[in-house]
């Protein structure tokens, strides 16, 4: 793992002196390695560095209770290497909405699924390094997932503007776990299905765009390193901003933890957060920025260990659009 910093100083000649422009320190994690799970992981109980994904039935096929590690090219072993692997090329831009109400008790997602931001052309062009693996793939109503086009929809969540910690976890129903707030755009569980009808980690399985997104049922989603392309990434010392809200309402930061002191958003751990770090859903308490305010409460961290954003629900689900909870079934 390596760490980029871009640090931009300016310095003006001044009449008499030096008129210094305060220095923009910015803070991303930039990994060259993911963590994937070996084959034989369970997915069907609530525990660290996998998913808890409820239980289903798919075209009268009881999808896998365990995982499969994908051997494409970019995996060796549980490491993902992430320069190996191709991308979806091009930069589409589409007419983007995205918005977020608040009432004293509720917070309401409300968007047509579209990045504030450009991304890959889907289908995906047969010329390119990432066509064969998506034309290797069933998709219904296509003649392979290659030909999945990126479609708006109707995204919307609710959930509670303060979501309390259930006694249980939940197992993830919908594939859609949360909507990235900094770009309009859903988040999906790390888990799909192989041609054979495994259950694989889609980053170990399948090249994405450059922000780590692709299309299922025509929505746009992201993965694994998707974080990569939301524009708010925190300064550098301070503990990621938020990035986003899980399917509970609880809020999805970045890799950067706030520290263990209590009362501040301050004394980030300034090395990314790893799963040791965080419980089986992949979150933890902690003195957080929420809605404006300091507030010690739970939220999900993402960083570069399987499953990278959401393992299982602490809360319990809001409310979504139909045509994001039907995802997966
Ligand atoms: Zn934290």
């Not at 994904?53 to 060796?76: K, M, Y």
């Not at 524009?231 to 010392?237: A, C, R, S, W």
């Not at 809605?291 to 979504?320: A, S």
Request: charged share 15%.
């Amino acid at each position: 793992m390596k760490m980029r910093s871009f640090v931009a100083t300016a310095l003006a000649a001044f009449a008499g002196g030096l008129l210094v422009v305060p220095v923009v320190v910015a803070c991303v994690l930039v990994p060259t390695t993911l963590k994937t799970p070996p084959t034989g992981t369970s997915i069907g109980s609530p525990a660290k560095n996998t998913l808890y994904f409820c239980p289903r039935v798919i075209q009268g096929i009881t999808f896998p209770t365990t995982l499969t590690n994908a051997s494409e090219p970019w995996v060796s072993g549980t490491t993902i290497n992430i320069a190996d692997i191709p991308t979806v090329p091009g930069s589409v831009k589409k007419k983007h909405r995205f918005s977020i109400k608040l009432t004293s008790k509720k917070r309401h997602l409300k968007g047509n699924g579209i990045p504030n931001h450009s991304f890959g052309r889907f289908p995906v062009p047969s010329s390119s390094d990432a066509y064969s693996y998506y034309a290797a793939l069933p998709a219904q109503g296509y003649a392979n997932a290659a030909e999945i086009p990126v479609r708006q929809y109707d995204m919307s969540l609710t959930v509670p503007r303060n979501p309390k910690v259930q006694p249980r976890p939940s197992c993830i129903e919908s594939l859609a776990v949360g909507i990235a707030s900094q770009t309009g755009a859903a988040i999906h569980a790390e888990v799909a299905v192989s041609a054979d009808f495994k259950a694989v980690s889609p980053s170990a399985a399948l090249p994405y765009d450059k922000c780590w997104g692709h299309p299922y049922a025509e929505q746009y989603h992201y993965h694994g390193f998707s974080w990569k392309c939301f524009p708010n990434q925190g300064k550098k010392g301070e503990p990621s901003p938020l990035y986003g809200y899980a399917a509970d309402g609880f809020g999805i930061y970045g890799p950067y933890s706030e520290g263990p002191r209590r009362g501040a958003v301050t004394g980030s751990t300034r090395k990314p957060i790893t799963n040791a770090q965080l419980d089986e859903c992949h979150g933890h308490y902690g003195w957080i920025r929420w809605d404006g305010k300091k507030k010690y409460m739970y939220h999900y961290h993402t960083n570069n260990e399987y499953p990278y954003t959401i393992g299982c629900l602490r809360g319990k689900v809001g409310q979504m659009s139909t045509v994001m909870r039907q995802l997966g079934h």
